[in-house]
């Protein structure tokens, strides 16, 4: 990882881990209060935060595939920010993590295949695999 002490946000959506930069996270909601009519291309609902027009909301399988539906196992919803766009994942689990408590490594190249763009490198606590990203990587895999 790339900056001392840096913060991360660790997404949990089934069996998916995805580690993500404390500051790409806006706020986090229940799914509860997500707008389930007219859902976007690829999305599922809209997240309405006040002051700010709609944000579209994911959900993605753990093969990291975008699902028109949302999963059962998705009670959260973590609002995303990158240039200029906001955006909300369904999470099972939101966790905070320091980077001191993290081994990384680069993406080995036998995983190198369509999915890989989505993140960049693996992550470790010791006990389980993270794939890191960011917004501005998921906001690209989503609009692609």
């Avoid at 753990?62 to 995303?80: N, S």
């Amino acid at each position: 990882m790339n900056a001392t002490n840096q913060k991360f946000t660790l997404l949990r959506i089934g069996q998916t881990r995805l580690l993500l930069p404390r500051t790409d996270v806006r706020l986090l909601e229940l799914a509860f209060d997500v707008n389930w009519t007219q859902a976007p291309p690829r999305g599922v609902g809209w997240m309405t935060l006040a002051g700010r027009k709609p944000s579209p909301v994911y959900c993605c399988a753990d093969t990291l595939e975008w699902q028109p539906v949302a999963r059962q196992d998705t009670p959260v919803c973590v609002v995303l920010t990158t240039e200029g766009h906001d955006f909300a994942l369904l999470c099972s689990e939101v966790v905070l993590v320091n980077q001191d408590t993290l081994f990384s490594c680069e993406i080995p190249p036998v995983m190198h295949n369509t999915v890989s763009p989505l993140f960049h490198q693996l992550a470790t606590n010791g006990k389980e695999v993270f794939c890191v990203t960011s917004a501005q990587r998921l906001w690209s895999h989503i609009s692609a």
